[in-house]
């Protein structure tokens, strides 16, 4: 919109707060857009970021990765630390993750700058062009109230089911075995129990197995949130869909096709679940479109 509409942006710090020994990092950023042809001011936006967004703040471990600071004296987890419950379809086997507090936050103070700078941005290009009735930054806080219905409607993963003991035979019948040559003893170790599964202390260890982590998941980029909010804000707006009920068939569909629950659209997408309700979207827009056009009239679709 900016380039459509020959404008130019600069930006400017009104109010910031750096505190590198809390840490505490804020800015309140003005946005100023500028006619390219008469450098006459169009509009101004303002907006703010800060380390304390639970973006920035927190970060999910999962148990292995805790240090000592996180667990208790039997070595397991702090009690008070909040978890989340990961499904990972290649082990078929649920996985818990710890939120913590981010102790390397000093590394995104320039992300929490350009991220106050962009919603500034934003601000000011909506006061320009006069597209708030089309676009929106909130189209998120919608969905909160759609998480505990969706999840109570996900049914929990298959369970394997096991295989059946063989028939004993009776003795007579047993087929005769051919004697097999002992294996030496592997060499204990006195120092660890390790490979037992025990501590040093005898105890059992609540640590997975290396090769039982999941692979890290792709989280959506900023480009395929946005995408998803502008086009939800186009269905909502434009062509009269009902906001609520837009976020209860993409969840649908989302369980229909991945099996997860999301708490949050489009904050909590993967990449790949994020390119699904994006195409679900664009194909909607276009029927909708479409349709409004063949029948002359402005009614909105009835399909997802």
Not at 55 to 73: C, G, K
Not at 144 to 173: F, S, W
């Given at each position: ?12 710090v ?16 003005k ?11 169009v509009?101004e ?19 292995n ?9 039997a070595?397991?987890p702090?009690?008070t630390?909040?978890?989340?419950q990961?499904?990972s379809?290649q ?5 818990t993750?710890?939120?913590?507090e981010?102790?390397n936050?000093?590394?995104?103070v320039n992300?929490?700058?350009k991220?106050g700078?962009k ?13 708030s ?11 909160q ?65 290396e090769e039982?982590i999941?692979?890290?998941?792709v ?9 998803i909010l ?9 062509y ?6 837009l976020?209860?068939?993409i969840?649908?569909?989302l ?12 904050n909590?997408?993967?990449?790949e679940?994020?390119?699904f309700?994006?195409k ?5 827009i276009?029927k909708a ?10 009614e909105?679709?009835e399909?997802?």
């Amino acid at each position: 919109m900016v380039k459509l509409f020959g404008l130019a942006d600069t930006y400017s710090v009104m109010e910031q707060t750096l505190d590198w020994d809390k840490p505490f990092f804020f800015f309140q950023i003005k946005c100023v857009l500028r006619s390219m042809k008469s450098d006459k001011v169009v509009s101004e936006g303002m907006g703010n970021c800060n380390s304390m967004e639970d973006r920035f703040r927190w970060r999910w471990l999962f148990p292995n990765e805790l240090s000592a600071e996180h667990m208790d004296e039997a070595k397991k987890p702090l009690a008070t630390l909040k978890t989340k419950q990961i499904y990972s379809k290649q082990h078929k086997r649920y996985y818990t993750m710890y939120r913590v507090e981010n102790d390397n936050i000093h590394t995104l103070v320039n992300t929490i700058l350009k991220m106050g700078e962009k919603r500034s941005l934003i601000d000011a290009v909506l006061h320009a062009t006069r597209l708030s009735d089309l676009f929106t930054q909130d189209m998120e806080d919608i969905y909160q109230d759609y998480v505990e219905e969706v999840k109570e409607e996900v049914k929990e993963a298959p369970k394997e089911e096991k295989p059946k003991p063989k028939t004993k035979l009776p003795e007579a019948e047993k087929p005769v075995e051919k004697a097999k040559k002992a294996k030496p003893p592997k060499e204990e170790r006195a120092d660890t129990g390790e490979e037992l599964g025990l501590d040093k202390e005898g105890r059992p260890t609540e640590k997975p197995p290396e090769e039982e982590i999941p692979d890290a998941v792709v989280m959506a980029t900023e480009d395929q949130k946005n995408s998803i909010l502008g086009m939800l804000g186009t269905l909502t707006d434009t062509y009269e869909r009902d906001p609520e009920e837009l976020v209860k068939i993409i969840h649908e569909r989302l369980v229909k096709k991945f099996g997860e629950v999301r708490a949050k659209i489009p904050n909590d997408l993967t990449e790949e679940e994020a390119k699904f309700v994006m195409k679900g979207l664009n194909a909607t827009i276009q029927k909708a479109h479409k349709e409004i056009e063949e029948a002359g009239r402005e009614e909105p679709p009835e399909e997802f």
